[in-house]
Structures are given as C-alpha cells and as structure tokens.
C-alpha cells in the first residue's frame, strides 16, 4: 500500500484503507472516498491534487491525500 499522493495523474486506483479520526475518515467519506472505491489523480498543483471520485472532482490537500491508502 501507498499513500494516493504518489499515485501517478490518469491512472485509476482502488482506495485500500483510509486513516485519520473518525471525524476525518467520515469527513472524506461524504467526498465518495470509501474503501473499495475507484479515484483517479487529475492533476496536481502545488501539492494539491485535483481527483477524480465517481461523478465529481474533488481537490484535496496532501496531507488528506496521504490518510487515503492505495
């Protein structure tokens, strides 16, 4: 596993775990990001990563991006 800030732009990855507080993991979890669930790394800018989650782009910030394994 690896954290989704390594994961390469327009490769789709499946979410393996997500760490972090119950607040946090709840938090992301109303974003679409679940276990077993497909992101896709759009682009990044300046650390920031613009992902792909179902239907909708959503920007993350790299500490965030690094709770979410892949």
Same mark, same amino acid.
């Given at each position: 596993m690896m954290p989704?800030?390594?994961?390469?732009? %327009?490769?789709?990855v499946i @979410?393996?775990? @997500?760490? %972090?507080?119950?607040e946090i993991?709840?938090?992301l979890?109303?974003?679409g990001f679940i276990v077993g669930g497909e992101v896709? !790394? !759009?682009?990044?800018l %300046? %650390?920031?990563l613009i992902l792909q989650v179902k239907?909708?782009?959503v920007a993350l910030d790299r500490?965030?991006?690094n709770r979410i394994m892949i």
């Open positions: 989704l800030s390594m994961a390469k732009p %327009g490769e789709p @979410i393996r775990k @997500i760490t %972090g507080r119950d993991r709840q938090h979890a109303e974003l896709m !790394v !759009v682009s990044e %300046g %650390g920031n239907d909708s782009r500490t965030m991006a």
